[in-house]
Nanobody, 125 residues
Framework: QVQLVESGGGLVQAGGSLRLSCAAS????????MGWFRQPPGKEREVVAS????????YTADSVKGRFTISRDNAKDTLYLQMNSLKPEDTAVYYC??????????????????WGQGTQVTVSS
């Protein structure tokens, strides 16, 4: 049974920073592409960023480009999302996901097989 557990969410003022982590357990996911998604209140889930299984290829959504950075540490089976210059519109539940054996950097939720429970990020103005 694969488990993904996100951490690092919380309440922060606009302009602040947070670092989300996603730890995998149950099996190694170092051979899978991974990604971060978010679901703002009352809106659909959207991709934030994704990374290939080996970390060499990444995708970042235009809405967060230049502010958010995705990375992974395969030795620790952990995925990260560094979020800087946060804005109130970044408020959402953030989910990590894994999927695509030896995959690149998938952008669609349907390309992922495993999901975490989510962590709340709230940015106050």
């Amino acid at each position: 049974q694969v488990q993904l557990v996100e951490s690092g969410g919380g309440l922060v003022q606009a302009g602040g920073s947070l670092r989300l982590s996603c730890a995998a357990s149950g099996r190694t996911l170092r051979q899978y592409a991974m990604g971060w998604f978010r679901q703002p209140p009352g809106k659909e889930r959207e991709v934030v960023a994704s990374v290939s299984w080996n970390g060499r290829s990444t995708y970042t959504a235009d809405s967060v480009k230049g502010r958010f950075t995705i990375s992974r540490d395969n030795a620790k089976d952990t995925l990260y999302l560094q979020m800087n210059s946060l804005k109130p519109e970044d408020t959402a539940v953030y989910y990590c996901a894994a999927g695509g054996l030896y995959g690149s950097a998938p952008r669609r939720g349907t390309e992922y097989d495993y999901w975490g429970q989510g962590t709340q990020v709230t940015v106050s103005s």
